[in-house]
């Protein structure tokens, strides 16, 4: 049958014709956002650039991809979820993997010597997506971050309080905000008698104790990654400290056993910088938010002072920003380095929680803007509906018709109560005849008779346009 | 000298002294957007956003890339301009190349009945960039669509009806908006003698008389594209013609010239719908904006009805806007028709626009919002800078301080003007003491003392929070 042109005619267009009909899909791990999700994603992106204004911070945006150079070197063992684009004659390129490093970039290539900036945009991982927990490959960012040299602690002070100001005004209940210091970790792994090349393995091995036991996490060091179980046990001496800022400062500035950690460069450093920011956290109001934990690690390798991860403690839990001090990153790009701070917030789950929320509320769920539909009674009127539409636009007034000719009444009714608009006008042809139109309140079930000329006012007024 | 290490030891410590300092640059063809653009940006973003939602448009977002299959055969010639992702062990993925395809997409995807959408997003064309004439290869389109069935043209109106409200919005001058129907098209072809396998390069070519004069063109028809002389001269009689459009469809549809036109299926029909359409126009106020242009014919392969093109008579003139009806486009995702009709901005040169009218005007310029500088006279004061800004945020002003701990009076006053922020509020001793602060207004350049507990409430009073 392999040779019957026939046969082979009707088995192609068999798979043409299924072809046609298979559904189309989206790439593995995107989503589109739609009408509804979009309402709400708008929403909060208006809160957080609000606290970003409120904090003078300029916005900047970057391309979605970068040479691929940029982006080397950054990540770690990351790296390998970066997406390429192809070659097809030309740069190597990526998409960008953070907002950071084409930060970086940013600054050091325009030789800024200083910038209070925020970024809103889309980030690429090629990770298996979880789609069911909000993990995806395409996803929103929203990063913070000052850079250029100012006095010690007082960018990182203001950075902790943008993070604390928009978790506030997205209403996502309680959350704690874990910090540390990286210097004072390299101190905790000095004294403790780690390898400094075991140093980042080693960190990275702490960074999962919100997660798994200290058992588990021992075992890690010791098995895997050969440490000296002693050495490990001196470790948890100090990681399994967590308290409130002060109280926990307070015991290592003072108690005998810490003597060794005040005495080491970096373990001293690190506790005067702390002091300094937990003093400014008081001053801004978000110190209370805050807990000193010394098991917080973070992954990423260019941090290089304070740390910090906003974990909530209602939704289900989990971290849903970090950030911290990275005072090598930009130098990498720039003939000298500038010292920056930053931090990002992972948008994806917070706008999964808003989503639940706005679910469980009545009232909310509206798609458009639409203020008012302008409907026919019984007649067609489509000119004169077209009119009256033109003029409301031109007022600022958000207005929408049926597309038809001759739309039933009631047709016109539905299409206003289901995208939950608050009013519609009516025009019939005696009403036009006596210059009047019929503007009907949806909510409150009440109409009213208006003068076709005092229409406009009458409607920015209800409206408060 | 080559087999010297010493030697080649130097050379390659020089190529790494020269890497770290050789400066990053973006890739070929795409900027960042700097934080005095991203102002004009936003502006221009939200002025389009009022008309669309003014319109009763939702948004919708797609992902920035889609699988290969997705945009195959969607753009004729100009699909070698696709970026396509690399071959990293999984699915076929390209940046998306306009907005269009993906909307469509999802509209089959979804089983969307009907909808009038928005999307502002950024498209990807591996072109030859254009820098100074901000021709890139990432570029930001904004598109306007409605998908449904609708009585006839009434959609086709209200697209047209968007386009003037926000050319009119973004006061750039004066423009035309071109309007033409690919059927007429069709008909004007086939009544020429134009052989069917040859519209579409035929169209291509009629659409150059933009830019070219008719012996340019009729030479591509007759030399390179093989049409008999007299056939061109035919389709000159059609395509010179354009004009105000009621006055041109009078003259198509009652000159003894043109009966074959209105006898001609397409032809035919494609008058009625434009007599429909510059009917709905005229209602919504926008007629007088369009000229009926004969030889507008448009790159794309899938309109299938009207076609528009918005020129500016003013800067510099050239294209900013076009779209059409798009009635088969949908059907390709899905397994039945969906008919569709919309338009897309070309943004980018608008901003262009917007940016020279910006720098020529004064007063213009501010990159971020702060409202408020929180300054100390003499001391220091940075606890309290910080607690009053702390109290300025959260009762949303816009505040910032210098992040100094002892900063001299006359740096916080520049830094207040160069970001040509309104006002500062100065605290020293004395007045701390005294329970007051001074309220300096920069522009007017008074100043006033303000008791400390009535500053938020005056503050807001004068900065109408």
């Known amino acids: 049958p392999l040779s019957c042109p026939s046969f082979a005619l009707s088995v192609r267009s068999l798979i043409e014709a299924t072809r046609s009909f298979r559904a189309p899909r989206v790439a593995k791990g995107t989503r589109d956002t739609t009408p509804a999700r979009m309402v709400i994603r708008e929403r909060a992106f208006r809160a957080i650039t609000d606290v970003f204004h409120r904090h003078g911070a300029v916005g900047i945006d970057t391309p979605v991809f970068e040479l691929r150079d940029t982006l080397t070197g950054k990540y770690g063992e990351d790296s390998k979820l970066?997406?390429?684009?192809?070659?097809?004659?030309?740069?190597?390129?990526?998409?960008?993997y953070d907002l950071t490093v084409p930060f970086a970039r940013y600054v050091g290539m325009n030789r800024v010597g200083s910038v209070k900036r925020y970024h809103i945009a889309k980030v690429y991982r090629r990770d298996q997506p979880v789609v069911t927990k909000g993990k995806f490959r395409e996803f929103y960012q929203c990063d913070y971050d000052i850079a250029g040299n100012f006095d010690s602690m007082i960018p990182d002070a203001d950075v902790l309080s943008v993070v604390c100001e928009i978790l506030d005004s997205l209403n996502l209940g309680g959350y704690v905000i874990k910090l540390n210091h990286r210097m004072l970790l390299d101190a905790i792994m000095e004294i403790s008698g780690v390898p400094p090349t075991k140093f980042r393995t080693i960190c990275s091995a702490i960074d999962k104790l919100d997660k798994l036991s200290w058992e588990q996490v021992k075992e890690e060091m010791v098995s895997e990654k050969g440490l000296a179980p002693e050495v490990a046990?001196?470790?948890?001496?100090?990681?399994?400290?967590k308290d409130a800022p002060p109280a926990l400062l307070a015991?290592?500035?003072?108690?005998?056993?810490?003597?060794n950690l005040r005495a080491h460069t970096s373990g001293g450093r690190a506790l005067a910088d702390l002091e300094l920011l937990f003093r400014y956290l008081g001053?801004?109001?978000?110190?209370?938010?805050c807990s000193f934990d010394l098991s917080l690690a973070r992954g990423l390798?260019?941090?290089?002072?304070?740390?910090?991860?906003?974990?909530l403690t209602e939704y289900g839990g989990g971290s849903i920003t970090g950030g911290g001090r990275y005072d090598g990153l930009i130098g990498t790009f720039s003939s000298q380095p500038i010292p920056a701070v930053g931090m990002s917030i992972g948008i994806e789950?917070?706008?999964a929680i808003l989503e639940v929320k706005a679910k469980k509320k009545a009232g909310e769920g509206r798609q458009n803007h639409t203020q008012v539909v302008v409907a026919s009674n019984g007649a067609g009127l489509l000119s004169e509906r077209m009119e009256l539409c033109a003029e409301l636009w031109k007022a600022g007034i958000a207005a929408e018709f049926v597309y038809k000719q001759n739309p039933k009444t009631q047709a016109q009714i539905d299409s206003a109560l289901n995208m939950k608009c608050p009013f519609m006008v009516f025009i019939d042809p005696k009403r036009l005849e006596e210059g009047t139109v019929e503007v009907k309140d949806l909510s409150a079930k009440t109409k009213e008779d208006?003068?076709?000329?005092?229409?406009?006012?009458?409607l920015k007024n209800i409206l408060k346009v």
Do not use: K, N
């Open 82 to 96: 970066i997406y390429d684009l192809a070659d097809q004659g030309g740069e190597s390129l990526s998409l960008r």
């Open 233 to 241: 046990d001196r470790i948890w001496q100090f990681v399994q400290l």
């Open 251 to 259: 015991r290592l500035q003072s108690d005998e056993g810490f003597a």
């Open 283 to 289: 001053c801004l109001g978000c110190l209370e938010r």
């Open 301 to 311: 390798d260019y941090y290089t002072g304070v740390i910090f991860e906003g974990v």
């Open 349 to 351: 789950r917070i706008l």
């Open 450 to 458: 208006v003068t076709r000329a005092d229409l406009i006012e009458y």
